[in-house]
């Protein structure tokens, strides 16, 4: 809901994403995502008491995530040990990475929310969510995921008092406890986002791009929100800048410019996949690049049986580098470089296959 507000015409831009199929991948976010969701299945499973469920996620998770889990476990269980005593007990309404609706006053659906944990003791509901990255949450009253749990929770199961609750690995609790007149408030506050979310509303980039379907995928905003990102100071070069950042900034524009090399990566990818007469019209062209690496077609050992020598012989070159090649022949039959190089090329002649030469785009 923080994206949708900060960027009204979001969902929208998703929904066309999704519906053409063309949802971007990005791999490091793929990688975190399927950690935290591991991280999220034990906890799940732990809360629910399934300890043969637990066992098994326990078994995939590696040595530092199953310690970030723990470390959550135990935040959410100091706060559900303190307002519902009982929790641990089967009587009590336990309700785990479920999906609940706000419904309009004539039965429309309007938003929805997937809190990581629900416990209900009527007639007051906990709700948790785990983060299990290293950053800070905001805090509840600028929190908009727990603002739109609270609200959802409030009128599936007519509770007069809601805490929402965001434990994480090492820092303390972000609580948010809502009652009679701040749930009533808090309806208004996220009906109006949803409201605000039309076809036709803005589009607005920043930080909260990153986890949006439809960046990378022809959102204009959130591409020139990243070529803004980089930036541009005159008359000096890039050790002058590095000399001027703290070590904090050095690690955060280390963090980003690896985000940036995959993203100007992936630009001059779609660049050179362009007609010719498009490269052109861009003040582009495609020239041809270095010559690629030589590929050889027979195993090591087919080579040393061609050249007829031993392992011993080839000085290491076993490795099939046609550079070690050449010393080891230069070393065993002596002459020139130049005399090794062809003797080399020619003795191994069909066993070398020459990778095609790769254009690179070059401004006209």
């Not at 690896?258 to 010719?276: N, S, T």
Request: proline letters at 5%; glycine letters at 6%; a negative charge.
């Amino acid at each position: 809901m923080g994206r949708i507000r900060a960027c009204p015409g979001s969902p929208a831009a998703e929904a066309a994403v999704v519906e053409s199929g063309a949802v971007p991948s990005d791999p490091d976010i793929d990688e975190v995502a399927e950690e935290g969701k591991l991280v999220h299945d034990w906890l799940m499973h732990d809360a629910l008491g399934s300890d043969l469920a637990r066992h098994e996620v326990e078994l995939q998770l590696n040595e530092h995530a199953l310690r970030k889990a723990r470390q959550i476990a135990e935040k959410r269980n100091a706060i559900l040990d303190q307002e519902i005593p009982n929790w641990r007990d089967d009587s009590v309404w336990k309700h785990a990475e479920n999906r609940f609706w706000y419904l309009s006053k004539g039965g429309a659906k309007m938003f929805s929310a997937q809190p990581d944990l629900v416990v209900i003791a009527f007639p007051k509901a906990v709700i948790i969510n785990y983060k299990a990255g290293w950053k800070d949450p905001e805090e509840a009253p600028d929190n908009d995921q727990i603002k739109t749990e609270v609200a959802v929770v409030a009128q599936n199961f007519q509770v007069a008092r809601v805490l929402g609750a965001i434990a994480t690995p090492t820092n303390s609790p972000v609580l948010g406890l809502f009652e009679e007149r701040e749930l009533k408030a808090n309806e208004e506050y996220i009906k109006g986002i949803v409201k605000a979310a039309t076809a036709k509303a803005p589009r607005v980039a920043g930080e909260h791009c990153r986890f949006c379907k439809a960046r990378g995928a022809g959102c204009e905003e959130s591409a020139q929100f990243v070529i803004n990102s980089v930036p541009v100071i005159a008359d000096a070069t890039p050790k002058d800048v590095a000399a001027s950042l703290s070590p904090e900034m050095l690690k955060e524009v280390w963090k980003k410019g690896k985000v940036v090399e995959k993203i100007i990566e992936a630009c001059k990818q779609r660049l050179e996949a362009l007609p010719e007469e498009e490269l052109a019209k861009l003040g582009l062209k495609l020239v041809p690049g270095r010559a690629g690496s030589p590929v050889f077609t027979e195993t090591p050992q087919q080579v040393a049986d061609r050249l007829g020598w031993t392992a011993e012989e080839m000085l290491g070159a076993l490795a099939l580098s046609l550079p070690k090649l050449r010393e080891a022949w230069h070393a065993k039959y002596g002459g020139t470089k130049k005399d090794a190089e062809r003797d080399v090329e020619f003795t191994l002649k069909g066993c070398i296959e020459r990778q095609e030469t790769k254009k690179v785009l070059e401004e006209v």
